[in-house]
């Protein structure tokens, strides 16, 4: 009786296994934040790529086989990140790796990727240091070092700035690679900075910080945050702060309309490669698609996951498929770098990024960020 | 810039405070370090969201649920996994660790029904205004936490020292055996001081959520790591204690970030902690345990 129950599970487990898929269908793997931090970003990126992904799938696929995306969720933290990296690699064997969210865990799980010589393709790590990792990290998305200059320079310009306060997270890679960048093009714009504060993840309460930035009369305040970006905007606004913000990739999703309602969350400066209201003709179709199927409008991180999936998908396009795993990748990476799309964030190349020591290795994004602010719960284009 | 970092510290403190006092309840009565007790603050909040959100009752009524639904998991906890530990007398961290695995369970549960994503109170159930006198701003929700936590102290306090619900809570804080000995209901004390612990938990979830305008699984966890020290700090089980040691944490967080600087703010906040109980070990209002023949 005992081993009649124990076939009985053996075979109930074994039916199991056979979800459906189909031997020649794509792999692709998905590690990114569905919790934790990062995950008011990570599921708007989920849509657009999946987005994408159904798309491509319903034009016939990529060379007649559909794209099948295998999730993993990196927590928002290194550890999970790295295990997620594992289980796609070497568990699932994927193509490639669609991740991750935030920089902090890109920087420990890109590596993996690396070793492993698995692309790993991220529509929205923007620290600098992430494709120094290897020649198998690539990136869509521009990189804080790219954009923030010119966000600095157009707030400059428009708001006539002389002195600035700075706030920002001194615990996670991607704020303070921000801060790094920040006070590296406020010095050269001739900008002075009247105090540095700063928080960790995790803080509710940011008076202390903002009242002693008050006391030193900026014209603004540059921050660099994640999710504690709306609450900083919040309190800001009740100790009677109505300066504007300047503010770097986290604070590009629109959630921080929900998280800084109301009058909050207006003044904040921010650069994009992509803007709601850029009306190009792919942007267009893009936005009409996202807010059929999502009930809500897209935002920059959707924006970037959605034409990341295509600019694979062109990679693909270009290589044939031997079956064998490693074959596969190593092409993959060698068709990467010469894709060129142009999506919903407009024209997109790569181009080489070179690490500190001036060594070429991974690929960046090639576009120029536009600047916008926010008003009454949009972002609204700088003109 | 001194007037508004006092408030500012005042607030923070309370905030800090409004936590300690149900933790400390448990820390002093149970003797047990309940690491639950963050997932609990974190579920009142969510009852609270729920109740206003989706039954569209007023904030007085969030209230009453989260302490109600707080209080009933709290008291669950310690009747479904503290009790029979206790009864095979377990060591006290066993208890702890116990604790830890309740606090993930509620955590990850939370989780799955609401979404990660931050949530947060509807608009206007609390004036949003911002009271500006004299050049300081505070926000009514301060003004409420400052005012609920210094009236919850006042109440416990004289629950604790002049009823005699009271004088057996502080009997079986010092030695459960002999309370038994001397006929009183051990285990439902035990019972009854869980329920009023995670129901304070809980009210506090609510306002520290209102406060922070920030609801998310794992916001339990920071204000664990607070609620710890400041416990430690004030003394375990004592009421004032919890406030004052609140207090204590929020004006040394707030004044190391104006005077000397915001990364240096937990160094010597804790540094601080760890001074005072150099001199005094059984923290400010804590007695210290004696030996017994």
């Given amino acids: ?383 | 810039m001194f007037a508004q970092q006092l408030i500012n510290a005042i607030s923070l403190g309370c905030v800090f405070a409004l936590f300690a006092l149900g933790f400390t309840l448990i820390f002093g009565v149970l003797r047990v370090v309940n690491l639950a007790h963050g997932a609990v603050f974190m579920a009142g909040a969510y009852v609270a969201l729920v109740v206003i959100v989706h039954l569209g009752m007023p904030l007085w009524a969030g209230l009453a649920a989260a302490f109600a639904a707080a209080g009933l998991l709290g008291a669950g906890v310690d009747w479904l996994i503290l009790r029979p530990l206790r009864q095979r007398e377990a060591p006290e961290l066993i208890l702890m660790i116990a604790t830890i695995g309740v606090a993930t369970i509620l955590a990850n549960g939370v989780r799955i029904l609401f979404g990660p994503d931050n949530q947060r109170f509807p608009h206007g159930l609390l004036p949003e205004d911002v009271i500006a006198v004299a050049g300081i701003r505070v926000t009514v929700i301060e003004i409420l936490i400052i005012l609920v936590s210094v009236a919850l102290m006042v109440v416990l306090m004289y629950a604790i020292q002049g009823t005699r619900y009271g004088r057996a809570l502080r009997a079986v804080a010092e030695s459960p055996r002999a309370a038994r000995l001397m006929g009183i209901h051990v285990e439902r004390m035990f019972f009854s001081t869980s329920f009023l612990a995670g129901g304070l938990g809980g009210v506090a979830g609510v306002l520290i959520g209102l406060y922070s305008n920030a609801l998310y699984p794992l916001m339990g966890e920071p204000m664990l790591l607070v609620g710890v020290a400041v416990v430690i700090l004030g003394g375990m089980g004592s009421i004032p204690g919890a406030l004052i040691g609140g207090l204590f944490l929020g004006f040394s967080q707030v004044f190391s970030v104006a005077y000397i600087g915001s990364s240096a703010r937990d160094a010597i906040a804790f540094g601080l902690l760890f001074a005072v109980l150099l001199l005094r070990p059984q923290g400010l209002f804590g007695t210290a345990a004696q030996r017994k023949a």
């Fill in chain 1, 1 to 383: 009786m005992k081993r009649f129950s124990q076939l009985l599970i053996a075979a109930a487990f074994s039916t199991a296994a056979f979800a459906p898929v189909h031997a020649a269908d794509i792999k692709i793997g998905v590690g990114q934040a569905l919790t934790g931090g990062g995950a008011l970003y990570g599921k708007a990126i989920v849509n657009g790529f999946e987005m994408a992904v159904d798309e491509i799938n319903q034009a016939g696929g990529l060379h007649g086989n559909a794209i099948k995306l295998v999730m993993e969720d990196t927590k928002s933290e290194k550890g999970a990140a790295i295990n997620a990296y594992k289980r796609l690699i070497f568990g699932d064997k994927v193509l490639a790796i669609f991740g991750t969210t935030v920089s902090n865990t890109a920087q420990a799980a890109d590596p993996t990727a690396q070793a492993a010589k698995t692309v790993a393709l991220s529509s929205s790590n923007t620290a600098y240091d992430i494709t120094s990792i290897g020649d198998y990290i690539f990136r869509n998305a521009v990189i804080e070092a790219d954009v923030l200059p010119v966000t600095v320079a157009v707030a400059k310009e428009k708001l006539s700035l002389k002195k600035v306060a700075i706030l920002y997270g001194n615990d996670d890679d991607f704020t303070v690679d921000e801060y790094d960048i920040f006070k590296e093009t406020l010095t050269e714009q001739g900008i002075e900075i009247t105090t540095e504060e700063t928080f960790v993840k995790g803080d509710v309460d940011f008076k202390a910080q903002l009242t002693k930035i008050k006391s030193t009369d900026p014209d603004a305040i540059v921050i660099a945050a994640l999710a504690e970006g709306g609450p900083i905007m919040v309190q800001a606004r009740q100790l009677g702060i109505d300066l504007p913000f300047i503010g770097g990739n986290g604070m590009n999703s629109d959630k921080i309309f929900t998280t800084a309602p109301g009058v909050a969350s207006n003044d904040l400066w921010v650069g994009s490669p992509w803007s709601l209201d850029n009306d190009t003709p792919e942007n267009k179709q893009f936005i009409a698609d996202y807010n059929a199927r999502y009930k809500v409008n897209p935002d920059q991180f959707a924006a970037q996951a959605y034409d990341a999936a295509h600019i694979l998908a062109q990679a693909i396009r270009g290589i044939q498929l031997s079956g064998d795993v490693a074959a596969d990748r190593a092409a993959l990476r060698d068709a990467l770098p010469n894709v060129t799309w142009t999506g919903a964030t407009g024209p997109f190349k790569f181009k080489r990024h070179l690490d500190r020591q001036g060594q070429p290795t991974g690929y960046d994004a090639d576009q120029t960020a536009i600047v916008s602010v926010t008003r009454d719960g949009r972002f609204v284009l700088v003109d």
